[in-house]
Structure formats: structure tokens, C-alpha cells
């Protein structure tokens, strides 16, 4: 008997310990993503998620119709000197009830775990960190597709294009013109969200995703090499024709036959094709290059006979 009741008393401490400490590991797990001044009014941040520019954050809570702003930390905390509540900027808040608030994450928000804030009652309070990453796009050359990764696109969003030059002053790349070029998005069974090309060589992409418009970070280069489409032959004569498809070719591009610029019959800017004519001066092994905006592509190896 007695053995029994310390059996029962040991069972019931250990179940005791057990949920003690498993309600203990939920409020720590939710606590970094709560806040609140008293029972009554408190909000919560989702947690294991990572977010984009322009995602949808939903909060948690009670009297969150008592929120009158909501403010995420900017990108460059750290070169402005600004104090941590100056350097913000504020969200837009798509919905709003007493148990559910729904903001945008802003372009210029800052990367990696910007701290978000709100303002209830003419006060400002910083509530938690969240996961925020950036979009980016693959390449799939030999599949002529640019893969976009992040949310699944929305049917108001949009992508743009920036073609660049290398700049001869300073040695870097800088855009061709201002103009913005719009693409469009594709969904594809192998790739998921793709984009159509329209620039080769360096590029930036510019994503507007609810709204939100931003720059996705570093350059794109997308190599002509494995765009651009010759004959089904390696092997030429001297002056022939050769046309190219596939480079999204424009006035001013130029062809060089190891290092020789080579006429240019043709531009069919339509068909996307240029046809260019092997210089009589060349024989055997010639590399094939394109130069644009100042920047050499190299495209391909060729054999020349004497015709």
C-alpha cells in the first residue's frame, strides 16, 4: 500500500515537473514575440517564418484596434546616427480588428531581424524582432529562364529590368539609359515562377510586390554565351553569312571574329537575329565575341576554311 502511494506520488511529481516545464518552453517560445503594458492589451508577432518586402505580417492579440501605427527599423541603422526610434519607417496597415492586425513589410526595411514597433496611445513600444530575407532570381541559362524565388508572385505584381554598361570613366557598371524595361511572369512546372529575358550581360531587377517596390540586391549577369544561338554547324568559310538568334540583339552591337569586327549584314530586331559576315581575312580556329555597351562576351569557338 504504501509502496503504491509512493509509486503514485512519484508519477504524479514527474507529471507535475513534465508540464511545468512544457508550459514553461511555450511561454519562452512565445514571449520574444509578445508584447503588452497589462493583461488586458497585449500583441504577438508570428514566430518561425522568414519574410520579404511587401509580405503580409499578421499580430496577434487583444485591443489591437488600439494600435494606431506600426513601424519596422530601416535599412543603415548604423550610418545615420540616429537613435533606434528615429530610424524607422512606418508600415502600411491593410486590416485592423481587435484581435488581428495586418501590416506590409515596407521597402527599405532592414535585413536579417529588424526590431518592430508599435504606437498605442500616443506612445511608441518596440515589440520584437522579425525574420526578414530578400528575393532572388536563378539562372537557368541553357533553359533561356530566370527563376524567382520568395512569394509566389501576386497578379498586380510586377518585375522590371535595367540593362548595363560598363562606365569609361570609373570602370563600373552603370545603366544604359533610365528606362525600367517590364517583364512578366510564367509559371512552370520544372522551374515554378519564371521570368522572361530581356536584357543580356548585367542587369538589375527591380521586384513591385504589394506595392512595394524594391531593388533586389547584387547584379544579375545573364552570359550571351548560352542565350545566344548559332547554325547548327562549328565549321565556315571565309565571307559567309552567319545569323544569330536569340541575343536580343539592337543597333550598335558588334561581332568580332578574333578580334576583327565583322560586318554586319542584318539586324531582324523582330526575329531577334543578327547576321554578320565571316571577314576574308580570317582562317582555322577564331573565337567569336560580342561587344555591347563596352563589354566584351565572349560566344564561341569556330573553324574558317579558305572558300
Known amino acids: 500500500m504504501n509502496a503504491t502511494r509512493r509509486t503514485t506520488q512519484l508519477a504524479l511529481s514527474l507529471f507535475i515537473a513534465v508540464t511545468g516545464m512544457f508550459i514553461s518552453c511555450v511561454k519562452d517560445e512565445q514571449a520574444p ?66 484581435n488581428e492586425l495586418v501590416f506590409v513589410l515596407p521597402a527599405g526595411t532592414a535585413m536579417g531581424e529588424p526590431m518592430i514597433y508599435y504606437e498605442r496611445e500616443g506612445e511608441t513600444h518596440p515589440l520584437n524582432v522579425l525574420p526578414v530575407g530578400e528575393p532572388w532570381v536563378s539562372l537557368y541559362e541553357d533553359e533561356r529562364v530566370i527563376v524567382f524565388r520568395g512569394e509566389a508572385p501576386l497578379a498586380d505584381d510586377k518585375i522590371y529590368f535595367q540593362c548595363l554598361k560598363q562606365d569609361e570613366d570609373t ?20 522551374y515554378g515562377w519564371t521570368v522572361e529575358m530581356v536584357c543580356l550581360g548585367a542587369t538589375y531587377v527591380r521586384l513591385v510586390h504589394r506595392g512595394e517596390d524594391f531593388l533586389l540586391s547584387g547584379v544579375v549577369n545573364i552570359e550571351p554565351r548560352y542565350c545566344i544561338r548559332f547554325p547548327q554547324t562549328d565549321w565556315y568559310h571565309q565571307g559567309d553569312e552567319v545569323t544569330l538568334t536569340g541575343g536580343l540583339f539592337e543597333e550598335g552591337d558588334v561581332i568580332a571574329v578574333n578580334g576583327v569586327p565583322a560586318e554586319i549584314v542584318s539586324i531582324d530586331t523582330a526575329n531577334d537575329a543578327l547576321t554578320f559576315r565571316i571577314p576574308e581575312s580570317v582562317l582555322g580556329y577564331q573565337s567569336v565575341s560580342l561587344w555591347r555597351y563596352g563589354v566584351e562576351y565572349s560566344l564561341a569557338e569556330i573553324l574558317v576554311y579558305v572558300r
Open 33 to 98: 514575440f509578445s508584447g503588452g503594458e497589462d493583461s488586458e492589451f497585449y500583441v504577438q508577432l508570428p514566430g518561425y517564418k522568414s519574410f520579404i518586402i511587401g509580405s503580409e505580417v499578421v499580430l496577434k492579440g487583444n485591443k489591437l484596434s488600439e494600435i494606431n501605427n506600426v513601424y519596422v527599423e530601416k535599412a543603415n541603422t548604423e550610418d545615420g546616427g540616429e537613435s533606434p526610434y528615429q530610424n524607422r519607417i512606418e508600415a502600411r496597415i491593410t486590416s485592423k480588428t481587435n
Open 171 to 190: 570602370g563600373q557598371m552603370a545603366p544604359v539609359t533610365g528606362e525600367w524595361i517590364e517583364s512578366s511572369f510564367t509559371y512552370s512546372e520544372t
